[in-house]
């Protein structure tokens, strides 16, 4: 009976063990996690945008090629998500139509502008950085494709932070204008890079009932507190001051005490309105029309095989 089924999905989450494709499920969890995973491989194919744009500028063949391998790794990432979601049914098509109509997000982060080089070191260090401290939990996600994605994902994603950081430290042994360079990156990315993590738990609709489910195993604060904790150190190795006169160790928690966010700002980002929203939606519906006669060939070829 459903009332069996709904206890046998309660007792899998409880003891942490994964749904898979093909157990039941209450329709709600299957909803949040198409929207949650289809969401993040958005971001994953939006993301080679800002980076992308610094592939023929590159200052040397080896940021070219480092470059190059994080940008595909991104196109990977994605597809490795919208192969996950379509194990929930979901497919693939209707989900970039629905993102490139607005009806479907994707991470504000990338609706910023990629104005100097050293914005590559800046994206590597800390929006990946941003990204590492929300993927990794997620390898421990209660869907099974979900977090199995994940771990292939988190180890690239380490390849890209480390790279991000080098070139940095790079750069500021470099000239007096280059490290003006990086200070004025970081002075861009650091705020927007808080607001990956969403808004704060107390606004956050779907945290509770994600936690609840195991799909997330930590709240938006919480995972936004760490990656904090974890990037004043590195800061500080860099020689960079990150834009916030508020942030200061308090003992007591144990945790940096950091600045409000703007969280207006963050609104204003994801409900389109941000600085590179209209670009980045134009240019993805335009490689998706560029590309229409490549998926009409390959499904032609497809039927012509199978008639045969
Ligand atoms: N940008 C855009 N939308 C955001 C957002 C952000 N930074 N933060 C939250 N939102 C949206 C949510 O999607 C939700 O809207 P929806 O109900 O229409 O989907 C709404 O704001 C309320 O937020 P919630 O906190 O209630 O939503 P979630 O529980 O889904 O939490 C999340 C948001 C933390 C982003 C969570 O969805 C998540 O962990 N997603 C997986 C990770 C991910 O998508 N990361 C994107 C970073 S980019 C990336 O990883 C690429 C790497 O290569 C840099």
Known sequence: SEEDLQQHFDRTIGEDQRIEPRDWMPEGYRRTVVRQIAQHAHSEIIGMQPE????????????????????????????????????????????????????????????????????????????????????????????????????????????????????????????????????????????????????PDAESPNTAQSMAWKIKRH????????????????????????????????AARGHYDFGEIDWTEFKRVVSGDGPCNVQRVAHRRRAHEDGAWVREAAAAHARRNTSE
């Open 52 to 199: 992308g744009n610094w592939i023929t500028r590159a200052p040397t063949l080896r940021r070219k090629a480092i470059l190059l391998a994080k940008v595909q790794d991104e196109a990977g990432h994605g597809l490795y998500l919208y192969s996950a979601v379509e194990t929930l049914g979901a497919d693939r098509g209707e989900l970039t139509d629905r993102l490139i109509t607005g009806r479907q997000k994707y991470s504000s982060i990338f609706n910023y502008p990629t104005l100097t080089f050293a914005d590559v070191g800046v994206i590597g260090w800390l929006v990946d950085g941003a990204a590492i401290c929300n993927q990794v939990p997620l390898c421990r996600s209660s869907y099974g494709p979900y977090a199995r994605a994940m771990i292939r994902i988190c180890k690239e994603e380490s390849f890209h932070q480390r790279q991000g950081f080098e070139l940095l430290m790079t750069m500021m042994k470099g000239t007096p204008g280059q490290r003006e360079m990086v200070q004025d990156a970081v002075n861009r990315w650091w705020w927007p890079s808080l607001m990956m993590f969403g808004p």
């Open 219 to 250: 709240t938006n604060d919480e995972l936004r507190q760490r990656f904090v904790d974890m990037s004043v150190p590195q800061a500080e190795v860099l020689g960079v001051t990150l834009p916030d006169d508020e942030l200061k160790w308090n």
